[in-house]
């Protein structure tokens, strides 16, 4: 069975008006992100099969082969026009206990463009429960299109402007926000200062064709049988959720697949 996700859309202070013309989107706010799949309450992306329409939450077992408090992953669209915020998402014993959430946030990242973005302290061993951050508290790094860097719980980071991507990610919306450029919202000091694991560091993937980890494994290809993701790479990306079928396509797509950690994490 294949079926086919509806996207939906979040307007951003940092989006761009570009993903309003590729979608359609007739907005005044321009769309910094687009839920390609998604089972988060707000933000439900329902899947279609022919003349049938379903929300994640009713695939969960046929996709995860065990029942799970929500649709493991959650795939976006990001597209910037300036820097986001500086933030940090809680790895999932701080997301049990302080959020009471099922799982905390790891992600990656794949450039879909020649990029900036921040991530990891550019002076570890200074950090504590009372930093303040600024902009010059993180690393710049450049990927290019075609890399890939994965995000791990406690690792303060942020998306520059121009950068085009597509983040894959567990089905968590846990951020903090550490830095905001000035912008009228909430930040998370405390609870961010805490989730913040001052000396991991970051690592670029140079043109990245496979990443594999617990969680998932993504894979270029044009070819896939089983079950998992299939997201197409044009302009107007195509998320379809496979289950037990095969998918073919004229150029490469993204195949996500889950991983071992799914089968140990508590349903």
């Known amino acids: ?10 307007p951003r202070p940092w989006g761009d008006k570009s993903l309003n013309d ?3 989107v007739a907005s005044e706010e321009p769309i910094g992100e687009v839920w390609l799949l998604s089972d988060m309450p707000s933000m439900t992306t329902m899947l279609r099969s ?30 910037t026009t300036s820097w986001l915020s500086y933030q940090v998402h809680p790895d999932d014993e ?6 009471n959430e ?6 990656c990242w794949f450039f879909l463009t020649d990029s900036i973005i921040a991530a990891g302290l550019r002076r570890p061993d200074f950090f504590d429960s009372k930093t303040t951050f600024d902009e010059k508290s993180l690393n710049i790094l450049h990927p290019y299109k075609g890399d890939a860097i994965c995000i ?20 968590s919306d846990l951020t903090y926000r550490l830095f905001d450029w000035g ?21 670029i993937l140079r043109n990245c064709r496979e990443i594999s980890n617990d969680l998932f494994s993504v894979a270029m290809i044009k070819q896939a049988s089983g079950t998992g993701i299939m997201l197409t790479l044009e302009e107007r990306p195509v998320l379809r959720v496979v289950i037990d079928d095969v998918v073919e396509n004229e ?3 993204m195949w996500i697949t889950l991983g071992d950690y799914w089968k140990e994490v508590s349903s």
Do not use: C
């Open 152 to 171: 791990e719980p406690g690792l303060v980071h942020a998306i520059g402007p121009n950068t085009r991507l597509i983040e894959v990610q567990q089905s």
């Open 251 to 253: 150029a490469e797509f």
């Open 22 to 24: 590729v979608f359609s």
């Open 50 to 79: 022919g003349d049938n329409e379903i929300a994640p939450s009713q695939i969960i077992e046929s996709f995860a082969g065990k029942p799970l408090p929500r649709f493991p992953l959650l795939v976006k669209l990001i597209s």
């Open 102 to 107: 099922p799982w905390g946030k790891s992600e």
């Open 183 to 203: 912008r009228d919202r909430k930040l998370h000091i405390e609870k961010g200062n805490k989730a913040v694991k001052p000396y991991l560091e970051p690592h």
């Open 1 to 10: 069975m294949v079926y086919t996700a509806d996207p939906v859309f979040s």
């Open 94 to 99: 701080m997301a049990r206990t302080v959020e």
